[in-house]
Structure formats: structure tokens, C-alpha cells
């Protein structure tokens, strides 16, 4: 570039550029701060079109590849040899000046504080003026009104916390995350724009949750499109491109450095890469088929010729740690954990046993395969297994408790009645499905945990099935949950078996036998089996096998811990699968009885465990061992053990010990000899 010259305006009293200036730029723009100087070109010439510059002269800039660090040294002449007429001149010098200014006076009087929140898990916390921006808009305070855990809610009084305060959290921990690691390993290069756009990713990561949570995603609406695949974290990531859109946040985006490039960065970071792989043959790219606005990314050349091995478009692999901070695909060590984890501890009244705080101040980026991951001390690999004990914790004892997963299937029932009477207020004023309103963001915005009262207090004939059901949970009139058991460790079931599995049980005992014994026979829908999933996060693999670790002496050096050199009593298995039976009927003591005599002898069938009753129906499983008849030869301990297991006619008493056999329609005499 030309060296910076002196500007030459005749009659128009502005100083020289780059001198002291001496009066404020009266150019009606939004101030600024230091993180122009991470704009590529590209971003600088859509900064000029959008202060009116002519496109002409804004594509020139971006022709000549000027990005943000080059601003000091733009003068006149070089503008004047670009053909660039006066007054175009003259209002590009005022808007270089009044950025440059702002960039080097952060503390006057147009720098906006941060806010601090006082967070009950944090402490406080100080939040940048743009995510408060992105936080006052109707589209996030929408996560007010969406409880954390769901249906959990109606079981732990104290689960009352919502999407909204663990967004903010996790925007929190993510920012201290990124800052650390900035300020440990000046190497990484990690910019500004960087940090802030970790901290957006984090505050807007769960912007797509439907009502209670995972209900909606998870049960609702495979209970309406079996064939979906939709997710929340897709529906995030629309929600976020129409928060800016309708709340006119572009402009304040790309004033703190954020363009096209870095919401693509922040998308990839809440839902994963774009598309599965980057080509160097690939110009362009349609982000978002379902967006109002059909808006084509120009790539940077540099990122096409990153490596056919890098699938993410917003950073080049050089930043690919950058990606392990919000949603860790590799480990699933990442800040989103850390909040719900330390956050539903607190609501639910649970020990957390995980600190973050000092995995964080032990946490290193190293390069690994080729590839710069977050890494720790290898000291630490006890917390990190503390952290995933916690977590199955936290599944068994609140997250997949009997009768909160039982009262989300009733709310999703009754939702599944409503939806083709209840609507909600779509683009261009179109009625909409809550099935449907996942494509339509107008219509998202307006779906919450509301909607249980809006057809609860309705009035409308056609909601009545749906309010009768919502009126039984506010009942406590749940379906109970008579057995459940584990399958076996080689043998795991799709939660899609359910349906199959509730005719199998029905259909474990035969109808001649429960009609002897006046008990009456199942039908498939006065059943509902349950499979519930206990892992680490990674089904059958352990999470640790895919984190590196590295020792005090080797900070730059990071290698796997065996399982040996932690401890002999780690978990062997790391999935087990729990099935329940629950009847629809509480209130019907007959086929409870004949549910778990069903459910017991399926149990025996299918090489599970032996059941164990709900806890809600003390007894249940005993209690159709009464009709049999008890042996008056035994002794008393024998008698006790032969009168847990059914006696049939014709049939040889079990050994004392044995596992109690029932027989059915199928196969009776090769489970009899």
C-alpha cells in the first residue's frame, strides 16, 4: 500500500486524517470499539454500503482486499488515485476517523457499560451490551416461560428454573472459558470477535426448545411425524437468524466485527457443520432453505483451501478448538454441561460432585492428530469421571424419574389431541399447528409451557380429550408405573420397540391362565412400556477414551491416561437401558395384577432382570402369587420362597431359588422340560 499523504480538500476545514482531530465526527453512525481491525474486506465494504457509500466505490475496497487493520493508512491520495470523486472522499475519511477514534477511546463517552446479572450458581455476571441486545428482544425472553427439566417439575418442587437463566449461564461460562485460554496462549491467535461470538453461541444455544424442553423434540413431535429428524438445536439456529431479522440487530452485529462469516461460525457452533464436507470447487452455499431470505455466503478462499478434511465453514482448522467450547461432538466436556449440571444441583437439592472451575484453570490447547483440541492435566481425569457420574446421576434420580418421564407422556397425549384444534399466529398472519410451528419462527416464538394452560383454561368442545387429560396430571391421576427392569448388557432396544414390547408383554401369559385366576386380559392400550437410556453421554463408549491429557513437565505434549492408571473400580459398562411398564388405568387393581404377572414372565423370556414393582403400588408384583396354591410340605423358608413364584396346574413346583416361570401360548412345552 501507498504511504499515508496529507488530505487536500479545498474550503472544507478538515484536519489532516490521521492527526489530532480537532472537533468530533458529526457522521451519523453507531460507535464502535477496537474489533475493526478483524475485519476481512469483505467486511468492510458491506460496513461502507450500509453508512450509504456507493457500491462501487465499497466493491473497490473489497477488489484491493483493504480489511480493518489497513484503516491508519487510507489517506486522500490513494482515494483520489482510485478515482474516487471529492465528497465520496470527504465521507470516507470522516467514517475511517470516527472509527479509529472510537477504537482508542473505549472509556469515553459513547462506550456502553456491560450489565451484571446476580446469578444464584455464578455469582454475578457482566454481560457485553450486545448480548443484552440479543436478551430484549421477545424471541429470547420467550425462554422464560420453557422449564429447564421439563415435567421433572411436577416430582422436585425446587425444579423451577427455566431456559432463560441457564442460557445466560452458559454464555457466562463460555466467555470465561475462551478469555482464559486467550490469555494463557497468546499462539491461538483467538481475536475479539472471536470471544463474542463464543459468548452469542452460548446465550443462544437452546433458542429452539419447545415447550418442557426435551418433551417437545424428543417425544412430541416423533409422536406427530414419526419420520422426523428435526431438533432443537435446528430450530436454534433459525430462531437466531429471525431474532436479528425482526429485531434489526444486523447493523449492531457488524458494528462489533460480526458478519455473515461469524454467524455461520456461531451457527456451527449451537447445531454442528453446515454441510458434511467443505469443497475447494464450492463457491457459495443456501445456510438456510427454511429462512425468509434465501441468503447466499460468498466463502473466503482461504477456508475453501483449508483441507477437504475440515467440515466447519465459519473458522478454518486452525480454530478448530474454538468448536469444543459450547457443544463438544468429540468428548462432551463443554460449558452447556457445566451449567445444567451445577444449576440443576442447585434447583433439584442434588450433591454436584463435578468442579469446572478447576478443569478450567488446567485447561490447554494442544494439537492432537493434526488437529488443536482442549486438553487437561492428567491429574484430572478423576474430576472428569466426577462429572459423568453426576451426570448419570442426575439421570436416574430426577432427568428420567418414573413419574416425570409418565407425566410428559400424558402432556404430550393431550398436546397431540389439541394440535389440529389449537393454533398459533404464523407469518403473514397463517394459522398454525404447534406441530407445525418448527418451520415457522413467527409462530415458534409464541409456543411455551403456556400452551398447557391456554387448553387447559379453553372452553372449546374440540379440546375436551386434551383438557381431561391435563386435569389428571394436575390430579396426580398418573398413569402408575407397575414394574420395571434392566435388559441385558448384550441385548439394547430402540425406544421405537415400545409399541412392539407392550404386545409382547400382553401377550407373555396366556389368556386361559389369567381367566382361571379371574384376572382379566390386556389390551395394547391399557399398557405403555417405557426404555430409558443410562450412559455417559456416548452410549456404549466411555467419553474418557476420547479426551487427551497432558503431564507437568510436557504442557505441549498430550496423550491418552489408561483405564488401569485411574482406578480398577471404573464402570465396565457404560450403557444400560431400563425398561418400564406402566397402566393407564391407576385406579383398576385387576389389570395391575395382570400387567405385572405379564411383565414378570416377559422379564424371564428375554433374559432382564428380575422385576422390581414402580414404587407407587407396594406389593404389586406379589400379589398375583396369592391365587396359587402355597406347598404345605415345605418348611417355612421354602414355603416363603416357593410362594414368590407362580404355581401352575400340571406343573412341577420350581426348585427352591429358581427363577419363577410362567408359561405362555408359545413355546410352553420348551420352557417346561
Same mark, same amino acid.
Given at each position: 500500500m501507498k504511504r499515508r499523504g496529507h488530505? %487536500?480538500?479545498?474550503?472544507n476545514g478538515i484536519t489532516p486524517y490521521l492527526s489530532p482531530a480537532k472537533k468530533r465526527c458529526t457522521s451519523p453512525v453507531v460507535p464502535l470499539s477496537v474489533q475493526h481491525k478483524a475485519w476481512r474486506s469483505s467486511h468492510l465494504a458491506s460496513y461502507l454500503r450500509r453508512h450509504n457509500i456507493d457500491n462501487d466505490v465499497a466493491s473497490k475496497f473489497e477488489a484491493e482486499r483493504i480489511s480493518g487493520e489497513h484503516l491508519a493508512e487510507i489517506d486522500d491520495d490513494m482515494l483520489k488515485d482510485w478515482g474516487i470523486a471529492t465528497g465520496q472522499r470527504i465521507e470516507l475519511l470522516k467514517l475511517f476517523r470516527h472509527?479509529?477514534?472510537?477504537?482508542?477511546?473505549?472509556?469515553?463517552p459513547t462506550h456502553i457499560l456491560p450489565k451484571v446479572f446476580n446469578d444464584p450458581v455464578h455469582g454475578h455476571i457482566e454481560l457485553d451490551p450486545l448480548l443484552i441486545r440479543i436478551i430484549d428482544t421477545p424471541q429470547f425472553q420467550r425462554l422464560r416461560d420453557i422449564k429447564q427439566l421439563g415435567g421433572t417439575y411436577f416430582v422436585f418442587p425446587g425444579a423451577s428454573h427455566n431456559r432463560f437463566e441457564h442460557s445466560i449461564g452458559v454464555s457466562h461460562l463460555a466467555g470465561?472459558?475462551?478469555?482464559?485460554?486467550?490469555?494463557?496462549?497468546k499462539s491461538l491467535k483467538i481475536t475479539d470477535v472471536d470471544v463474542l461470538c463464543v459468548k452469542i453461541a452460548g446465550l443462544c444455544h437452546d433458542l429452539g426448545h419447545g415447550p418442557f424442553s426435551h418433551m417437545f423434540d424428543a417425544q412430541f413431535i416423533p409422536m406427530m411425524d414419526s419420520q422426523s429428524t428435526w431438533k432443537h438445536e435446528e430450530a436454534s439456529v433459525q430462531m437466531l437468524r429471525h431474532l436479528i431479522?425482526?429485531?434489526n440487530l444486523q447493523g449492531a452485529l457488524e458494528e462489533r466485527g460480526i458478519f455473515e462469516q461469524d454467524l455461520i461460525f456461531i451457527q456451527e457452533m449451537i447445531s454442528g457443520p453446515s454441510y458434511s464436507q467443505v469443497t475447494a470447487d464450492v463457491a457459495a452455499v443456501d445456510l438456510n432453505p427454511e429462512a425468509e431470505n434465501h441468503e447466499l455466503v460468498e466463502? %473466503?478462499?482461504?477456508?475453501?483451501?483449508?483441507?477437504?478434511d475440515w467440515r466447519y465453514e465459519g473458522r478454518k482448522k486452525d480454530k478448530s478448538f474454538l468448536y469444543e467450547i459450547i457443544a463438544n461432538k468429540r468428548t462432551g466436556i463443554d460449558v452447556d454441561k457445566w451449567d445444567y449440571f451445577a444449576r440443576d444441583c442447585h434447583h433439584l437439592g442434588i450433591a454436584n460432585m463435578f468442579d469446572y472451575r478447576r478443569f478450567m484453570q488446567f485447561a490447554r490447547v494442544i494439537e492432537v492428530e493434526k488437529t488443536l483440541q482442549i486438553c487437561t492435566r492428567d491429574k484430572e481425569v478423576g474430576n472428569l469421571y466426577d462429572m459423568f457420574h453426576t451426570r448419570n446421576a442426575l439421570h436416574r434420580r430426577a432427568y428420567q424419574h418414573k413419574t416425570s418421564n409418565i407425566i410428559e407422556t400424558m402432556i404430550c397425549e393431550a398436546f397431540a389431541k389439541a394440535n389440529d384444534h389449537f393454533f398459533l399466529p404464523g407469518k403473514d398472519g397463517k394459522k398454525v399447528k404447534m406441530s407445525e410451528a418448527v418451520y415457522d419462527m413467527h409462530a415458534y416464538t409464541h409456543l411455551s409451557d403456556s400452551v398447557f394452560y391456554q387448553i387447559l383454561g379453553s372452553t372449546a368442545p374440540e379440546l375436551e380429550e386434551a383438557r381431561k387429560i391435563l386435569h389428571a396430571v394436575q390430579r396426580r391421576q398418573l398413569y402408575r408405573c407397575v414394574s420395571q427392569s434392566n435388559a441385558p448388557v448384550d441385548r439394547s432396544f430402540s425406544t421405537f420397540d415400545a409399541p412392539r414390547l407392550a404386545q409382547e408383554v400382553i401377550e407373555a401369559v396366556p389368556e386361559s391362565y389369567l381367566a382361571d385366576k379371574d384376572l382379566p386380559v390386556l389390551q395394547e392400550s391399557d399398557?405403555?412400556?417405557?426404555?430409558?437410556?443410562?450412559?455417559?453421554?456416548?452410549?456404549?463408549?466411555?467419553?474418557?477414551?476420547?479426551?487427551?491429557?497432558?503431564?507437568?513437565?510436557?504442557?505441549?505434549?498430550?496423550?491418552?491416561?489408561?483405564?488401569?492408571?485411574?482406578?480398577?473400580?471404573?464402570?465396565?459398562?457404560?450403557?444400560?437401558?431400563?425398561i418400564r411398564l406402566y397402566i393407564r388405568d391407576p385406579n383398576n387393581r385387576d389389570k395391575q395384577r395382570s400387567a405385572s404377572w405379564c411383565f414378570q414372565q416377559?422379564?424371564?423370556?428375554?433374559?432382564?432382570?428380575?422385576?422390581? %414393582?414402580g414404587g407407587e403400588n407396594d406389593g404389586i408384583s406379589l400379589t398375583p402369587?396369592?391365587?396359587?396354591?402355597?406347598?404345605?410340605?415345605l418348611g417355612s423358608s421354602q414355603a416363603m420362597a416357593s410362594s414368590q413364584t407362580p404355581s401352575f396346574p400340571d406343573m412341577p413346583a420350581p426348585r427352591v431359588g429358581a427363577t419363577p416361570t410362567v408359561p405362555t401360548s408359545k413355546s410352553v412345552s420348551q420352557r417346561l422340560f
Open positions: 488530505l %487536500d480538500v479545498d474550503n472509527i479509529l477514534d472510537e477504537g482508542s477511546n473505549e472509556e469515553g470465561c472459558l475462551v478469555t482464559m485460554l486467550k490469555q494463557r496462549q431479522a425482526e429485531n466463502m %473466503d478462499d482461504e477456508l475453501l483451501d483449508s483441507g477437504r399398557v405403555r412400556v417405557q426404555i430409558v437410556n443410562f450412559s455417559y453421554g456416548m452410549r456404549h463408549e466411555d467419553p474418557i477414551d476420547h479426551m487427551r491429557f497432558y503431564q507437568k513437565d510436557q504442557p505441549n505434549k498430550a496423550s491418552k491416561v489408561k483405564r488401569e492408571q485411574v482406578s480398577h473400580m471404573l464402570p465396565q459398562n457404560f450403557l444400560e437401558q431400563n416377559w422379564c424371564v423370556d428375554n433374559g432382564c432382570t428380575s422385576p422390581r %414393582d402369587l396369592r391365587y396359587s396354591q402355597e406347598p404345605e410340605s
